[in-house]
Nanobody, 122 residues
Framework: QLQLAESGGDLVQPGGSLRLSCVTS????????IGWFRQAPGKEREGLSC????????IYADSVKGRFTISKDNARNTVYLQINNLGPEDGGTYYC???????????????WGQGTQVTVSS
């Protein structure tokens, strides 16, 4: 059963940092790739980063390289997204999803969590 649950969204000031969490099951973490996506109001869902279940390899969208870090904690069945130096463009609803392969394309993902809201404002 593919279930994911995001948390960690918050109101943060520009320049701040945030760590988002995506909790799932051990089976999902071992056999699926988990991706993080962002969707701003009126815009399409945008792929940010993805981590493979079997080897932990990662990919990032060019727009977030150097500021975003994806990682996973197998003991907690959790995938994290660390976001540094937040700017207004980072605001939106953040989703994690599960896919059979590493991807940043929303169409490749089988299921999504409910999302967590990030607002960047002073």
């Amino acid at each position: 059963q593919l279930q994911l649950a995001e948390s960690g969204g918050d109101l943060v000031q520009p320049g701040g940092s945030l760590r988002l969490s995506c909790v799932t099951s051990q089976r999902v973490l071992d056999y699926y790739s988990i991706g993080w996506f962002r969707q701003a109001p009126g815009k399409e869902r945008e792929g940010l980063s993805c981590i493979k279940g079997n080897d932990g390899s990662t990919i990032y969208a060019d727009s977030v390289k150097g500021r975003f870090t994806i990682s996973k904690d197998n003991a907690r069945n959790t995938v994290y997204l660390q976001i540094n130096n937040l700017g207004p463009e980072d605001g939106g609803t953040y989703y994690c999803g599960a896919a059979h392969w590493s991807s940043l394309r929303p169409a490749d993902f089988l299921t999504w969590g409910q999302g967590t809201q990030v607002t960047v404002s002073s």
